[in-house]
């Protein structure tokens, strides 16, 4: 497969770039810097809020592991918001596989991970901002082809097992580290499926 991973040289994309890469597939990585990604065929310089550029790239790929985050320093995190918000009117024709946050998870209430009082203060902003992601992929309809993937509360850990288990709008386990979870997202774009839906990774 053609496989485009956007922010492929962060914690999580290098490590997709390399799953993908080991498997065979031709991989393309795009970056805010275009820095080589190791295991990349081809490295691009593409800004996540230039949508048009975004759209050609997801258009050109059979699949395309998106793994972008809000900015952690403090920032404001709705540029992040705003850029998949128009990701999704858009309407590319390519399939997406989004890298989600395990904020907008659900406990054994039904309640957001996000929303209770222990959940750290420094990554709500970042969690609510992929909750919001999450609330616009899914109100995009049918005719977007999207996966979102959310990863374990402790993510990342740094054992790696090999393996993952899936679960769907609950938590199915604790860790993940990247390189777990960039088996599951491969094994996600490999899937010839238009799921439209939103699961969960942990480590096995």
């Avoid at 805010?32 to 550029?53: I, K, L, N, Y």
């Amino acid at each position: 497969m053609n496989i485009t991973v956007i922010g492929g040289t962060g914690n999580t994309g290098a490590a997709v770039v390399a799953e993908a890469a080991r498997r065979g597939h031709t991989v393309t990585s795009a970056s805010r810097s275009g820095r080589h990604a190791e295991g990349a065929a081809t490295d691009v310089a593409v800004e996540f809020a230039d949508t048009a550029a975004v759209v050609d790239l997801v258009n050109a790929a059979d699949a395309t592991i998106v793994a972008v985050s809000p900015d952690r320093t403090g920032g404001p995190v709705q540029p992040t918001v705003d850029a998949f918000k128009a990701l999704i009117a858009a309407r590319p024709t390519g399939r997406l596989v989004i890298v989600g946050g395990a904020g907008s998870l659900l406990d054994a209430d039904g309640k957001r991970l996000v929303d209770s009082p222990d959940f750290p203060a420094d990554s709500k902003p970042e969690a609510l901002a992929f909750s919001e992601v999450l609330d616009a992929f899914r109100a995009a309809g049918d005719d977007l082809a999207w996966t979102l993937v959310s990863p374990a509360p402790a993510y990342p850990s740094e054992q790696s097992t090999g393996a993952y288990v899936v679960g769907k709008d609950n938590p199915v386990g604790t860790n993940l580290s990247p390189a777990d979870f960039a088996i599951a997202l491969v094994d996600e774009a490999e899937r010839d499926a238009h799921r439209g839906e939103r699961f969960a990774v942990a480590g096995a």
